[in-house]
């Protein structure tokens, strides 16, 4: 150690390390070249054609960050390949997958149904209900979404000690989940012939097990599907439990909350006459910032779910925090005048950091360094439920876009102060 920091006859130092060509290495272990040369194959079927350019910019206005960033072209052999054989050549639109402001979160993924992948899913479900006699995507457009609208279900949920608890406050209330599918339709005849084919085969493969109701909600029909008596035979969770959907031209969303299944219909029927009157469509929504893929969620969103998690995620956190701790605790017993952290951080040019974004300290009492938010192990504390970067998150919105050959992938935080004081 000296006072530059830490360096090695051998290795270099931190500033700038001995290259491997240089270094006296004669033999391998086995393990050793087999890691290598699997790296090697890997790299090399990764990056046979391209290196990734990478551009990416920050915005920070007002109480707005964004950050836009482009990776063109894209390597061979990516994580998002399966998304992009389902997406290329599709793009969802901005009023498409039903984006409005009551939802908590809303995922919404474009549509190749020429993709071979879907070609191939067609095909599989053909083979499984050759009863349909029809293209069973025929009718899909250019995007399918999910979405979770805000209701009292949420606050009840949220009363869930634990993930077990959780569950099965679900199961009793399955009935009133505010959750839809919503998918894009570009022919209502094939999705009539589908809708036609799908009940006809329900209804010979379970004859008398469901009970087929049209019903009507601001002059719209809609279809509820539910268990007949015969099916429910005592079960508790089927008496209440029922599919609801609704099928237009445009669309085609499902959900078991009736509720949520009306407010879809009352949006749809106030946008159709916005555009006949030549208007904007009522509602103020964050827009998609993407072409491919979109995923929105809202403040409300992590206080009903973070309780669930909070649980595992501040054990996760304490023990990276603790991690710092026995190496701290060795250079106050060397130094017993100085700082760690700021000792360590001179040594070897790194500075610890508590993960919760809290300060090291010495606890004069336990005779140890301890973190402000997660103290030591003989005295922990519990530290926050979020991590720091989301507690002033009020609305987060990203976008991916499959570009010719690469991606561009954006995301936008509106920040404002927290609803409640984090623990």
């Known amino acids: 150690m000296t006072a530059a920091g830490v360096t090695s006859s051998t290795y270099g130092g931190l500033d700038f390390q001995t290259p491997i060509m240089e270094l006296d290495v004669g033999n391998v272990t086995a393990e050793e070249a087999r890691f290598y040369a699997r790296w090697r194959d890997g790299y090399q079927k990764n990056w046979s054609n391209f290196f990734d350019p990478i551009a990416v910019r920050f915005q920070a206005v007002d109480k707005r960050l964004a950050v836009d960033l482009t990776v063109m072209p894209l390597i061979d052999n990516s994580e998002y390949d399966q998304f992009i054989r389902l997406a290329k050549g599709a793009k969802i639109g901005p009023s498409d997958a039903d984006p409005h402001p ?28 050759p009863q349909l006699q029809v293209d069973p995507l025929g009718w899909v457009g250019n995007a399918v979404a999910v979405y979770a609208d805000k209701d009292e279900l949420w606050s009840e949920f949220a009363k869930a000690k634990d993930q077990q608890q959780a569950g099965q406050f679900m199961m009793r209330n399955l009935h009133r989940l505010p959750v839809a599918l919503h998918v894009e339709v570009c022919s209502g005849l094939k999705l009539t012939a589908f809708l036609a084919g799908v009940r006809a085969f329900i209804e010979q493969a379970a004859p008398g097990m469901t009970v087929w109701e049209i019903k009507r909600h601001n002059d719209r029909p809609y279809v509820k599907v539910s268990p007949s008596s015969q099916a429910r035979s005592g079960e508790e969770m089927l008496e209440k439990l029922a599919v609801h959907y609704s099928a237009s031209g445009e669309a085609l969303i499902l959900t078991f909350s009736e509720p949520l299944l009306q407010r879809a219909i009352d949006r749809k029927k106030a946008s159709s006459q916005s555009k006949e009157a030549g208007k904007q469509p009522p509602g103020d929504t964050a827009g998609w910032i993407g072409d491919s893929m979109c995923f929105q969620f809202d403040r409300r969103f992590l206080d009903t779910f973070q309780p669930l998690f909070a649980q595992n995620y501040r054990q996760m956190m304490q023990a990276r925090a603790w991690g710092n701790l026995p190496i701290l605790n060795e250079w106050k017993l060397r130094y017993p005048d100085h700082d760690p952290v700021q000792l360590h951080e001179q040594f070897w040019h790194r500075r610890l950091v508590c993960p919760g974004g809290g300060k090291y300290r010495w606890n004069a009492k336990w005779q140890t360094m301890e973190s402000t938010l997660y103290g030591h192990p003989g005295e922990p504390q ?21 570009e010719e050959h690469g991606l561009r992938a954006r995301v936008e935080l509106e920040l404002g102060k927290p609803p409640r004081k984090q623990p």
């Open 102 to 129: 009551r939802s908590l979160v809303h995922w919404a993924l474009a549509l190749n149904t020429e993709s071979p992948l879907l070609k191939q899913s067609a095909g599989f479900a053909s083979a499984f209900a």
């Open 382 to 402: 519990p530290g926050p439920t979020l991590p720091s970067a989301f507690r002033n998150v009020q609305l987060g919105n990203f976008g991916l876009t499959f």
